[in-house]
């Protein structure tokens, strides 16, 4: 298993001159209704081999690289190669061509935009992730509580908001009825965390499972009760992928047994 360099544009022409040789949507379903992992959570059907590339948001990066490993091992000869970035551009990608076998996205409405172009096929909400305050470890700016940051003297990053985490961010500081000038938006969680992480910000808002990775850089602030912003994780077979039965065990893996307890160990919580 490895990970792959962002796609560009120079990546999809080429793929597509060698084909020319040769927040929660109705179209998602959860990963506890569809049925689709096997008890083991290895995957239905003949066992197959091949390579497999996957597009998938930065949060679940450590999570899938070990699920990537566990593909391998339980798919002798096969190779998965990741590609992880901001749900949003992910999608355009895929839906620009990029090839892919599969894609799991931080947002329902991400995959939305893929299916509805009809890029995947029958996404399943596999896990949820909420959001939390992370500090740097000797929090300079004395951020404690949710209010803080509304403070001018505090500086804020997070995620931009055509991003699934920026989107969740507007959402806490509506819910907190604040008004939060963040100094930074970053392409991705990855990019919010690593501000935070080396003091270049006083706060950031990131995922629970990226603040419990980082504990060793920041510390996590968790918000009140009553404000809470989650995301749905739904992962899809796209409809051109080369390998369709392998890529459709990699998913079965994802929301079986083996793959729910990877997820939950990572701090993500189950499918509504």
Known sequence: MRALARLTPVVILAAVALAGCGDSSSGSSSAGSTGAGSASGSGSGPVTNGSLTILAAASLRD???????????DHPG??????????SGLATQIV???????????????????????????PVTFATNSMTIVVPKDNPGTVDDVSDLASKDTTVAVCAKDVPCGAAALTVFEQADLDVTPVS???????????VSLGEVDAGLV?????????????????????????DYPIAVTTESANPTLAQQFVDL???????DALKAAGFAPAP
């Open 78 to 87: 096969s190779t998965v190669e990741f590609s992880f970035g901001p749900s």
């Open 254 to 260: 994802v929301t079986g047994t083996i793959g729910q």
């Open 96 to 122: 620009e061509g990029a090839p892919a076998d599969v894609f799991a996205s931080a947002s329902a409405k991400t995959m939305k935009t893929a299916e509805d172009a009809g890029a995947v096929n029958a």
């Open 63 to 73: 999570v899938f690289a070990k699920l990537g490993d566990q593909f391998e091992a």
């Open 185 to 195: 938006e970053e392409v991705d969680v990855a990019a919010v965390l690593t501000k």
């Open 207 to 231: 995922y629970v499972t990226d603040a419990a990775l980082a504990r060793d850089k920041v510390t996590q602030i968790t918000l009140p009760a009553d404000v809470s912003a989650t995301t």
